[in-house]
């Protein structure tokens, strides 16, 4: 990859879709992962007014840690960063307090990680209203077209993707480029919605290099017949995600009412 011509183009098409758009710049929710970082640095370098939201809700301390110091090396570096701690956590136990109990806990789990990110959506809209900002997405290539790993009208909930045609290791290359903290480079994938330190490898069971194999695999038109071993059951897991998934990467589906009924 020709990487600093591919961080020039990001940088254009941010600044000219923005211009276009007549809005004044972008708001990010910077959860110390390295998508996140090398989307707010994209979008720094544009000029443009950024806006840096930190969202925590029950967040582990090392995610918190990272967050914040990216955001200091952003401002060190750009003038046209500023920052803002959005505690979301007293919002988040106001709302689970207002639903009705379950019996097992464990059963909404998953609903409750969702509405972490469904939280962080809103709050990134209010901003991004009230100040004529665009929200930038951090999704890359594998989570938005792959396997789906994201949250459908949470962290999936943007005006514009900048590095969804990114694979992650493509990522991990541009993080480096741009001088991304090192230890936002090597920390572990993960979302950050279940309030421990559960990585993205242990929720899908593969590696983001095994899903990107898997990926490139189903576009030469591979199946499952191929692969014996390890490579059968990570293209195993890849299209168990991609099927279960489908519905955030389609568009929604519309009941078409016969013309003869109208």
Known sequence: MQTEKVINHIVTWLNDYATNAKM??????????????????LCAKTGLELLCLEMPIHQAENQVGR??????????????????????TPVFDSLINELPKVENE???????ANTRARL????????????RYLVAGTGNKVEDFGVGFYTKYGDGGVDLSPIADLLKTEVWEIARTLGVNEEIINAAPT???????????????ASY??????????????????????????????????????????????????????
Not at 67 to 88: G, M, T, Y
Not at 191 to 205: A, C, F, S, V
Request: charged share 30%; aromatic share 10%; with cysteine.
């Open 24 to 41: 004044k710049g972008f708001v990010i929710g910077i959860s110390g992962g390295i998508d996140s970082a090398i989307t707010s640095t």
């Open 67 to 88: 967050a914040s110091r990216h955001i200091d090396w952003l401002q060190k570096n750009f003038k046209n960063v500023k920052r803002l701690q959005v505690n979301l």
């Open 106 to 112: 464990e059963d909404r789990f998953m609903s409750l």
């Open 120 to 131: 962080r959506m809103t709050s990134l809209y209010y901003f991004a209203a009230l100040e």
């Open 191 to 205: 979302d950050g919605l279940w309030g421990d330190d559960r990585t993205d490898e242990d929720q899908i069971g």
């Open 209 to 262: 290099p095994e899903l990107e194999w898997a990926m490139a695999m189903v576009e030469k038109g591979k199946t499952i017949e191929d692969f014996t071993g390890r490579e059968k059951e990570v293209f195993t897991i890849y299209k168990k995600f991609n099927s279960a998934n489908k519905h955030k990467m389609v568009p929604i589906p519309v009941c078409t009412i016969p013309t003869n009924l109208k």
